[in-house]
Structure formats: structure tokens, C-alpha cells
């Protein structure tokens, strides 16, 4: 245990975090703020969006946004505000401004670089880094994320969720969520692509509603609210005497405002371009378009409304109990029916969440044993083991949980972003291309 807990602060460290500031401003510079100059055309693209054929760009979008959304948004954001303070709220903001462009330009590679297997595109990271052993390595980190992120996270969030409102046991819990994943996964991409374009939407939508109503009836809390966080993103304490003190103090709403931010949207991981790969889509720009929204979805509305509401109800938040917390916010101010209808959300969230990562590692199975005898074996293998881990996860110790997956995703941005920023050129000549036309 300690030893994942020293490798996921030592990956998910300043350096990361540099990084991702770094290839964010970048591409935003290379690409000339387009997602902010060109935000008419960019709109315009997204509204008339329609597939050619079956696998529909938005559908799609769908199965990007069950694994960007998951249960993120509420766990992510509470263990950011418990581990940063409120000053990681603002990091967040700041992550998701140059995640935007990150994810657009890793979609809009995938899609030029993708290929078509048994009729249907695929594609990614996998598909695009230039090394082969990076392509074997990330693809083998894109399964080994799928079972803790995509599958013991989301559980965790459920069961934790369940146990509180409805007294569920967390191994009933988990079992029957094993259960309904694996009658889901067994269908494929079109079972799970059908499934995430119905209850995505649903999800958000009653999200959406119960997070404004709390935050409206505390409209007056706001202003002081919004200047903590500003003020404590900057804010250098004088902990443990000295410089170094200060220093890591202040790192720590950095760290954990944008390394959460990025669990939670995903950018510069080169996982959603999977899902986007598989779209029938103009231009390779246009799926792009989709990435933008994502990030704004994900961390810009979803993320904030989960962070006003805690801070609002919750702000001196501990990370052991993180979901408890949540629902005592909305409980608070909703009454305890609000426990039942977020519960519900929750479990939409998290389910689409882990069908959507089950595709993401299946992808990353098939780039490295499509062409094994036993590939036929080890998809049906893979389903067994993925479908026990979502059962591991309503049972296992949240902290482990995050450690893994700070070092799986930590490692697959180390890995894709350096590629993003060398095909920068070619990222830039494709959107001058769609804005030409």
C-alpha cells in the first residue's frame, strides 16, 4: 500500500502537473485560442452534427462522456476539496481551459490516424503514438485503468451511496452491479453505445436540477464562496516554518485541482479518443469540436455545481467518506428525498461510467491480441475478470483506489502527451482545413 501511494505522489507530482500546464498553453498558442476566436463556427459544427450511418458522432459522444463523467464529479471533486481546499476548485477551472484544446487535439489525431477493423473504425492513442513498445504499454495501461477507474471507482461510489440511503450492503451491491454490467458488456459497442445515449442525458439533466436548486437557495453564500477559493488558490501558508512549507502548501490546490480535473475530464490521457474514433463523422476536426464540449460538460458546469454545493454544505471536507459528504450537501437542503433521486443519478453515473471504460480497455485488448489464437479466450476472459472487479469495488479501500489510478492515468498522459505536442502541425493544417471549407 505504500509503496502504490509513493508512486502515485511521486507520478502525479509537480512535474505532471507542468506538463499538462505546459502542452495546454502550447497547443492553445499553436492553435490560435481557436476554441475561443472561432466559438460561433465551433457551436455551429456541434448543433447540425449527424452521423452517415449507424455509429452517429453524438452517439458517440455518449460513450466519451460515460467515461469522462462517471462518478468523478462528485468523488473527484470532493477528494480535490479535501486534499487542496477550496483553492483546488480554481485549479480545476484553470485545468479545464487548457484540458479543452489537449482533448481536441488528441481526437482530432485519433481520427486521422484510425483504422477500420471488421467493417467498423477504431482507434486512439494506441493508434497514433509512433514507438511500438509506447503503443504496448499504453494500451496495456488503458486495461489496467479500465479495471480501476472504469470499474472499482464507480462501484465504490455506488455502494458507498447505497449502504447510506437505502442500507444496501456493500457485497449485495456490488454483486448486482456485477451482474447488470457484465449482461450489458456482453452485447458490445452497440449495446453499450445505445445504453450511454440514454442514460447520460438523464443523468446530467437530473444532476443538474437538484445541484441548482441547492446552490440557489444559498445564493448569498456565493460571494464569500467564490473569494475562498480564489484567495486560497494563491494563498502561501506558513506550515512546517520556511520556504519548503510554503511551497508545498501551495502545491497541494494545485496538485490535486488539476490531477482530479484531469481523472475527471480525461484530457491528455488519450482514452476518449477511443470512444470518438469509432464515430462516422466529416472531419476529423468536427468530432474534435465534441472534445471541447466535453471538457466544459465535465469540469466546467458539472464539477462546479459538485463544488459549490459541497462547499456551501460541507467545506470542511475530509477525503475518508467523500460520498457521505455529497449526499449530507444536497440532503441538507433538499430534504432526505433528495438522498433517493441522487442515489439514482449515482448509479447511472457510475454504471455508464463502467461500461463506457470497459470499452476503452477492450480496445486496448484487441490492439494487442487481436491477432493471438486465444484472443477470442481472453475477450470473454477479460469480461469475467472486469465484471469481478466492479464487485472488488464495493468492497475494497477507497485510498488504494485512487493511488492506482493517479499512477495508470499519471502514466498514460507521460506517454501521450509528448506525442500530441510533436504532431502539432499536422493537428493545426487539419482545423485550418475545416475552417477553410
Known amino acids: 500500500m ?51 450511418s449507424g455509429r452517429s458522432p453524438t452517439r458517440e459522444v455518449t460513450v466519451a462522456l460515460a467515461g469522462t463523467l462517471g462518478v468523478g464529479n462528485l468523488m473527484g471533486v470532493a477528494a480535490a476539496i479535501a486534499l487542496g481546499g477550496a483553492g483546488a476548485v480554481f485549479w480545476m477551472w484553470v485545468g479545464a ?38 503503443r504496448r504499454i499504453f494500451a496495456l495501461l488503458c486495461i489496467c485503468t479500465s479495471f480501476t477507474l472504469g470499474a472499482m471507482l464507480q462501484t465504490d461510489a455506488v455502494s458507498e451511496c447505497f449502504d447510506s440511503v437505502l442500507g444496501v450492503s456493500p457485497v449485495l451491491c456490488g454483486a448486482l452491479l456485477s451482474l447488470a454490467v457484465f449482461l450489458i458488456i456482453i452485447g458490445g459497442h ?31 453564500a456565493l460571494p464569500k464562496i467564490f473569494a475562498n477559493i480564489f484567495s486560497s488558490a494563491f494563498t502561501f501558508s506558513a506550515a512546517s516554518g520556511g520556504v519548503i512549507g510554503s511551497l508545498i502548501c501551495f502545491a497541494r490546490p494545485i496538485r490535486y485541482g488539476i490531477s482530479r480535473g484531469l481523472i475527471t475530464n480525461e484530457a491528455g490521457c488519450g482514452t476518449a479518443p477511443i470512444a470518438h474514433a469509432a464515430a462516422d463523422t466529416e472531419h476529423p476536426a468536427a468530432q474534435g469540436f465534441w472534445g471541447l464540449f466535453e471538457v466544459f460538460a465535465d469540469t466546467v458546469v458539472l464539477c462546479t455545481l459538485s463544488a459549490l454545493v459541497i462547499l ?35 448509479l447511472f453515473f457510475a454504471v455508464a461510467g463502467t461500461v463506457g471504460w470497459f470499452y476503452y480497455g477492450l480496445v486496448g485488448l484487441d490492439f494487442l491480441l487481436s491477432e493471438h489464437k486465444y484472443y477470442s479466450a481472453s475477450r ?28 495508470t492515468v499519471g502514466l498514460m498522459a507521460i ?9 502539432a502541425k499536422e ?9 477553410s471549407k
Do not use: Q
Open 2 to 52: 505504500a509503496l502504490i501511494s509513493f508512486a502515485s505522489d511521486f507520478i502525479i507530482s509537480p512535474s505532471l502537473v507542468s506538463i499538462l500546464i505546459f502542452s495546454g498553453i502550447y497547443m492553445s498558442v499553436k492553435l490560435r485560442f481557436f476554441h475561443l476566436t472561432r466559438l460561433p463556427s465551433i457551436l455551429k459544427s456541434i448543433l447540425r452534427t449527424k452521423g452517415a
Open 97 to 134: 481551459l487548457l484540458s479543452m484544446v489537449l482533448k481536441y487535439s488528441e481526437i482530432v489525431l485519433a481520427l486521422a490516424t484510425r483504422t477500420k477493423k471488421n467493417g467498423a473504425f477504431i482507434g486512439g492513442a494506441m493508434y497514433y503514438l509512433k514507438s511500438g513498445a509506447a
Open 190 to 220: 452497440s449495446w453499450i453505445s445505445r445504453f450511454t445515449s440514454i442514460v447520460i442525458p438523464i443523468a446530467c439533466a437530473v444532476y443538474i436540477i437538484i445541484s441548482c436548486f441547492v446552490i440557489f437557495t444559498n445564493v448569498g
Open 312 to 346: 456551501i454544505a460541507a467545506p470542511n471536507l475530509s477525503e475518508a467518506g467523500a460520498m457521505d459528504a455529497v449526499l449530507s450537501s444536497f440532503s441538507k437542503y433538499c430534504g432526505s428525498s433528495s438522498d433517493y433521486i441522487l442515489s439514482i443519478s449515482v
Open 380 to 407: 470473454i476472459f477479460y469480461c469475467i475478470a472486469y465484471s469481478l472487479c466492479v464487485f472488488l469495488g464495493a468492497v475494497c479501500p477507497t485510498k488504494v483506489m485512487w493511488d492506482l489510478t493517479d499512477v
Open 415 to 423: 506517454i501521450n502527451t509528448p506525442c500530441i505536442l510533436s504532431n
Open 427 to 435: 493537428i493545426s493544417r487539419l482545423t485550418l482545413d475545416f475552417f
